[in-house]
């Protein structure tokens, strides 16, 4: 008979923890704090930004994205966010999509404006700027792509002549390739 007192105390002690857990989830996530306003912001990309995303003023979450459609008029990522009640955001403020660390995933910081007026529900953010794709910075420094090649491509269009042809008189007139001094480098 002891035996099953122990497993049934164990077996409420496993419940109320369980039931603290739920608990603490549903407050954490503040699936409680229902309501706020839309709020619509159009980004070329929208790279990592998901339904539940968070959109923060100043690193503080004041609301989540909602949804999210492609505009098939003009090809942009459509974002509708749901801001908090108690926040007021100007009608001149700027939407941008940040990334939460280096390797971290993004949001939506809200950049506040200095107008006097405010963005009702179902306002558009007018000014926004996209995700910055980190593998495609990262794959033009490898890989070139950068000022002084892009020059002398335009040197070579003007010119009628292969871009190759360019960067070899490029060089020549920077001594890299002197015959009269072979450790001539152009820096």
Request: charged content about 25%; glycine content about 10%; proline content about 1%.
């Given at each position: 008979?002891?035996?099953?007192?122990?497993?049934?105390?164990?077996?409420?002690?496993?419940?109320?923890?369980?039931?603290?857990?739920?608990?603490?989830?549903?407050?954490?996530?503040?699936?409680?704090?229902?309501?706020?306003?839309?709020?619509?912001a159009?980004?070329?990309?929208?790279?990592?930004?998901?339904?539940?995303?968070?959109?923060?003023?100043?690193g503080?979450?004041?609301?989540?994205?909602?949804?999210?459609?492609?505009?098939?008029?003009?090809?942009?990522?459509?974002?509708?966010?749901?801001?908090?009640?108690?926040?007021?955001?100007p009608?001149d403020?700027?939407?941008?999509?940040?990334?939460?660390?280096?390797?971290?995933?993004?949001?939506?910081?809200?950049?506040?404006?200095?107008?006097?007026?405010?963005?009702?529900?179902?306002?558009?953010?007018?000014?926004?700027?996209?995700a910055?794709?980190?593998e495609?910075?990262?794959?033009?420094?490898?890989?070139g792509?950068?000022?002084?090649?892009?020059?002398?491509?335009?040197?070579?269009?003007?010119?009628?002549?292969?871009?190759?042809?360019?960067?070899?008189?490029?060089?020549?007139?920077?001594?890299?390739?002197d015959?009269?001094?072979?450790?001539?480098?152009?820096?």
């Open positions: 008979m002891g035996k099953h007192i122990f497993e049934t105390v164990i077996g409420a002690i496993v419940l109320i923890v369980a039931a603290a857990f739920l608990y603490f989830a549903y407050n954490s996530t503040h699936v409680s704090k229902s309501g706020g306003y839309l709020l619509v159009k980004f070329q990309k929208a790279d990592g930004i998901v339904v539940g995303t968070d959109v923060r003023i100043s503080i979450k004041v609301g989540s994205v909602t949804k999210q459609e492609l505009e098939t008029s003009s090809f942009l990522a459509k974002i509708w966010m749901s801001v908090d009640k108690s926040i007021k955001v009608d403020s700027s939407a941008e999509i940040v990334s939460d660390g280096l390797l971290g995933g993004k949001y939506i910081n809200l950049v506040p404006g200095a107008e006097d007026s405010f963005l009702k529900s179902g306002g558009e953010i007018r000014y926004t700027q996209s910055v794709n980190l495609t910075l990262i794959g033009k420094y490898i890989f792509g950068t000022k002084k090649d892009e020059d002398k491509s335009d040197k070579a269009d003007k010119s009628g002549e292969s871009s190759n042809d360019a960067a070899t008189k490029d060089d020549n007139k920077a001594g890299t390739n015959k009269k001094n072979p450790f001539a480098t152009g820096l």
